[in-house]
């Protein structure tokens, strides 16, 4: 996988969106940027990914610089449901698995 | 949608002892992924299925590990003579491989093991 590089943690207030950067400076051409996130005691979970255009779906958006060299999550209203492990991931293109390193600890407050 | 299942959810054993996990993916699913995950750590990747054939093993695996997946349906994920150093959340992920791209995992709630 490129390597990513995330925040350890970050902060977030209720209600307001939470940006979550990650960089990606040696991903290639061909691969795609993967979010997941683990709320505490479960499994991870699917956010989102893209390539080269920005993404949107019905969880988050995903900013992907047009260099591609870094992106950014975006949950656009956070709730205390969303405080989790979020996890930035760019997998080598025909390497069908995921490499997960420590991810970004997000804590949404009240 | 019964997702992806895994059982037991949690397991206490002693040191020595041997354990086996099951997973059951999603049923069109023709890829099953196994990680383990130790406390603050991200899911570390064990091995990968491509239908029955086991396609890559993490050097994290050693010979007391071992994983199969008959039928390509569910996997099983077999720990002999454990060690407390085996104590970790062990998941299973599925995924419908279409092409070259990784594609989304869908992730087990995981089982626990404990080892006294």
């Known amino acids: 996988d490129a390597k990513t590089t995330q925040p350890t943690s970050m902060d977030c207030a209720e209600g307001r969106a939470a940006n979550l950067p990650c960089n990606h400076s040696?991903?290639?051409?061909?691969?795609?940027v993967y979010w997941y996130r683990q709320i505490h005691s479960q499994g991870p979970q699917y956010i989102i990914h893209?390539?080269?255009n920005n993404e949107t779906n019905e969880m988050a958006s995903l900013i992907i610089t047009e260099d591609r060299k870094s992106s950014t999550l975006i949950l656009p209203h956070a709730t205390l449901r969303d405080t989790a492990v979020y996890y930035c991931?760019?997998?080598?293109?025909?390497?069908?698995?995921?490499?997960f390193g420590a991810g970004t600890t997000v804590t949404v407050r009240a | 949608d019964t997702g992806v299942s895994q059982n037991p959810r949690h397991k206490i054993t002693k040191r020595g002892q041997n354990v086996t996990f099951r997973c059951d993916p999603i049923?069109?699913?023709?890829?099953l992924y196994w990680y383990r995950q130790t406390l603050g750590q991200g899911p570390e990747f064990l091995t990968y299925?491509?239908?029955?054939?086991?396609?890559?093993k993490s050097r994290l695996l050693s010979d007391r590990f071992s994983a199969e997946r008959p039928k390509g349906s569910f996997s099983t994920l077999e720990i002999q003579r454990t060690e407390q150093g085996d104590s970790a959340m062990y998941l299973c992920?599925?995924?419908?491989?279409?092409?070259?791209?990784?594609?989304?995992?869908?992730f087990g709630e995981g089982s626990r093991l404990t080892v006294l």
């Open positions: 992920a599925s995924s419908l491989g279409q092409g070259v791209d990784t594609g989304e995992l869908f």
């Open positions: 040696t991903i290639s051409g061909n691969e795609y």
């Open positions: 893209g390539l080269k």
């Open positions: 991931i760019a997998p080598v293109l025909n390497d069908y698995k995921l490499s």
């Open positions: 049923s069109e699913h023709n890829r």
């Open positions: 299925f491509q239908n029955e054939a086991q396609l890559e």
